[in-house]
């Protein structure tokens, strides 16, 4: 049991995205051109990626803004509310 979930521990921290593109070779026999375009399609796959997950953490933060906004407007409403309420509270009630 242990080994199994030692096992899927690796293969889940393995699997996740490689955002390392590897040097291109330094020898012509292993093909610079084709060498270069896989390399230049990883990098435009990670600037994709890199660009993709700062839309999504504007998005989160937009929102989360948002949010801090509607509440803190919230509370000043429920403070005016309690205000109110004490202002039209007879003056004989405690």
Known sequence: MRTLLATFAVIALSSG????????PDIAKDGY??????RTLCLQNELAQ???DRAIKSEIDATLSKLQRDLQQQKMLQQ????????SRPSYLP
Do not use: H, R
């Not at 005016?80 to 202002?87: G, H, P």
């Open 17 to 24: 995205a490689n955002a390392y593109c590897g040097p291109v």
């Open 33 to 38: 051109q084709g060498n270069d375009l896989q």
């Open 50 to 52: 890199a660009t993709e």
């Open 80 to 87: 005016q509310l309690q205000i109110e309420l004490m202002k």
